[in-house]
């Protein structure tokens, strides 16, 4: 296009600055093997030509892709997929490209072949959204002599994982609960074979337990609204129930329409708090308190430690780093009915 300013290349800054293309090459990836005259006449042609190099070109140089690759599963549900959209968009900040790949099932053989295709296309090292039960302390290995970090899968020994504390997030909405006066708390469990439904459950318990309150058996769901309804008809027909806990917002948003429909009010009746935060929770009848995950926060420390893994030369040892959640009250919780 007329008028479009050419942009400068590798061999600009070399003529520029007097020296051959692979000099400028060594000054940008092994500054060390060129001297510091040198050095400070191929920045000054940099700078003057308004050169940047290419980060892919740069990785090539030392036999890396820049492109990380994440495996995750189709599960369909609000925290991994915001997972892997928050890992997406930290990625491309820090000048990674993205490879997905996505495992059918969890049979080991996918997961497996799912690997072997991001290997394939020479990523520098993986994230794994892994957020079943069988798969804590089974993946390590995965990805061979790659790097890998663990996004939401638990506190596996000798992994590094990154993750949302999930036993915070549920002791936050159950104290909420008890700090209002309710005399115990009820909990929708998500399904057993997910790490977090497990830790949401040891959070509430241990709430609980820290209040001298014995915990009442969880009625358990699958993450859907319908069975949230299906857990909020159980527990509606219950009189003494006036507090519940749900593990998620979508299972919340039955839990409301169960007892709506039982003609128990929220809050006046029973106060319920969700967890997740999903954009549509502030907009329920009425709006619903919940626990929020910052899934940006997280997909940035994710690619933050992957990247040190790869560009270390050391090895890393192994880590754990859990990020707090954040209670956000609305106005389906209030004060146990026998405060008023």
Do not use: C
Request: net charge negative.
């Amino acid at each position: 296009m007329a008028g479009q300013r050419k942009m400068a290349t590798l061999a600009d800054v070399a003529r520029l600055a007097e020296v051959s293309a692979m000099t400028v090459s060594r000054v940008i990836n092994d500054p060390t093997t060129v001297s510091a005259e040198t050095q400070d006449r191929v920045r000054q042609a940099m700078i003057q030509l308004n050169y940047r190099p290419n980060p892919l070109a740069r990785g090539l140089a030392r036999g890396r892709s820049h492109t990380i690759g994440v495996v995750t599963f189709d599960t369909g549900q609000y925290g991994p997929g915001s997972t892997l959209l928050a890992i997406e968009r930290a990625a491309r900040v820090r000048g990674y490209g993205v490879a997905l790949a996505v495992a059918e099932s969890r049979d080991r053989l996918d997961i497996r072949a799912a690997v072997l295709s991001l290997a394939d296309r020479r990523v520098d090292g993986l994230i794994v959204i892994a957020p079943f039960v069988e798969f804590s302390g089974a993946l390590l290995d995965i990805g061979g002599h790659l790097p890998v970090v663990m996004a939401e899968s638990g506190h596996s020994a000798g992994a590094t994982v990154v993750g949302i504390d999930q036993v915070l997030g549920a002791v936050l909405a159950t104290r909420h609960l008890l700090d209002l006066g309710h005399a115990t708390v009820h909990h929708v469990a998500g399904p057993s074979d997910w790490i977090e439904s497990g830790l949401r459950i040891d959070g509430w318990r241990a709430a609980l337990s820290d209040a001298g309150r014995v915990a009442p058996p969880p009625v358990m769901g699958d993450w859907t609204p319908p069975s949230g309804f299906k857990a909020g008809m159980q527990l509606a027909d219950d009189p003494s129930v006036s507090a519940i806990f749900v593990a998620n917002d979508q299972m919340a948003l039955g839990v409301l329409a169960a007892l709506h429909e039982r003609g128990r009010t929220v809050p006046g009746d029973v106060s319920v708090v969700g967890f997740d935060d999903t954009p549509e929770s502030a907009y329920y009848m009425p709006g619903l308190t919940t626990v929020r995950q910052d899934f940006e926060a997280m997909g940035e420390v994710a690619v933050a430690t992957l990247d040190r893994l790869v560009t270390d030369e050391e090895p890393t040892p192994a880590s754990v780093r859990l990020l707090a959640p954040t209670l956000v009250p609305r106005q389906s919780t209030g004060p146990a009915p026998s405060l008023r």
